[in-house]
């Protein structure tokens, strides 16, 4: 990835998406490399929507949580969701690996940033994709801070 930096996570927060203290959460372990942030997982039934597929709401939580996270690590900012726009492309299945990434596209007039992420499948293939715009919140506003890696 180009980055030697520890993968981070919520641990501690019990964050549904990425604390892998939350037993009944996702436990993503994001990771940092050339203006992205990657992680990957396979989800059992409990994530299931009809029979043998992820939920729709949980492949949303996929992607809004990587979106949070390249604020967090590409900007180095904490920021909350504004809008989230999800295109579903092909059936997310679950006990299939999984890979998650996540970008930042862009800043708008009044400083919220753009982020596009997306959740493909083994051999590649998007399977969810979504844009997002994120506002910022001052870190003197975030109660319990997630672990972040630093340099």
Avoid at 28 to 47: K, P
Avoid at 95 to 109: C, H
């Amino acid at each position: 990835m180009g980055d030697d930096r520890a993968p981070a996570n919520g641990n501690g927060t019990g964050c549904f998406g990425c604390s892998v203290d939350n037993e009944r959460g996702l436990g993503l372990v994001f990771e940092r490399g050339d203006g992205i942030v990657r992680a990957q997982t396979t989800l059992g039934h409990a994530f299931a929507g009809y029979d043998g597929l992820v939920h729709g709401g949980i492949v949303s939580t996929l992607l809004d949580e990587a979106m949070g996270w390249a604020i967090l690590e590409l900007a180095g900012r904490f920021a909350v969701t504004r809008s989230l726009s999800v295109d579903f492309r092909r059936p997310v299945f679950i006990d299939k690996p999984l890979q998650i990434e996540a970008r930042i596209a862009g800043e708008e007039e009044d400083g919220a940033l753009r982020v596009e992420a997306g959740v493909s499948d083994a051999r590649g293939r998007l399977l969810a994709s979504a844009t997002g715009v994120w506002v910022p919140v001052r870190t003197s506003r975030v109660r319990a801070s997630k672990s972040v890696m630093r340099p």
